[in-house]
């Protein structure tokens, strides 16, 4: 199984995604550059970023170590939220895309991005009106294909109906499988599925454990308002089911989780965003396992 499917998520470049309370935070320049160097030696060549994370950071390091090293990684960037963390200044109108796509090709030191992917989804802005802006990106060769995250299939097939999305990043995970119905959705029209938060915000690590404290740093300490569902019986007897069908295959259960999302063939590629180059090696390890239908369906029935 290739590697090009694991995509290097760098949401933690100099902060922790795209909440201002956190920018110039996450990992340093120094350690972004170190998790950057160990994804290119493993053949990862897909790197995702957003404009806003860390406050521009993110895409300004992956700008400067491309320009210091002389390689190109595909890239993904996104629009929607604030690079300044000015909440008056974000959504999806024309002349605002036009402008922070702008700031993106700048901070990335490139005259044309891969993937321009919509966030999440403007209340403000009618759909039809961001997608004819981005139509245009694509015809002026700014951008390479359209993408789109956060978003639900009504979403979609209004998009659809004004310009092609080649790419859709949701959440996905055995514990986060809301967006079947986009990956049914996205199979039946050609459009590639990308999965991000492949271990639910590291409880599919098994750091997490019944009646005992969240490790330091961890996103239980720092953000854990989306994970709160997950703190539940049902959720840690499964996980320590998760953890003995993993054992039993000699795998870890991040492994595992990696597996199998590769396993499904709706899934192109999923976004691993390590804070530390070894956790880089279970996403690795994971496209060398092989698990039949039967497998991942063994696997999926262990949580509720």
Known sequence: MSRSRIVLGCGNFGGIGSAPAFFGRGESEEEAVALMESAWSLGLGSFDTADAYGGGRSETWIGRWMATTGR???????????????????GLAPARVQRQLEGSLARLGIDRVDTYMVHEPDPETPVAETMTVFAELLDRRLIGEIGASNVDVAWL??????????VVQNSYSLLDRESEPVLDFCAECGIRFEAFSPLAGG????KYRRDAPAPGGSRMTTRPEPYRDFESAPVYDALERFDGAASERGLD???LAFAWLLADPRVGSIVVGPRRPEHLEPAVAATEVALSEAERDQVASIFP
């Open 253 to 255: 259960m991040s492994t």
């Open 203 to 206: 409880w599919l690590t098994g």
């Open 157 to 166: 097939e209004e998009a659809l109906a004004v310009a092609p999305v080649g």
């Open 72 to 90: 190109r990684p595909r890239l993904t960037t996104k629009v929607f939220h604030s690079v300044a963390g000015d909440p008056a200044d974000e």
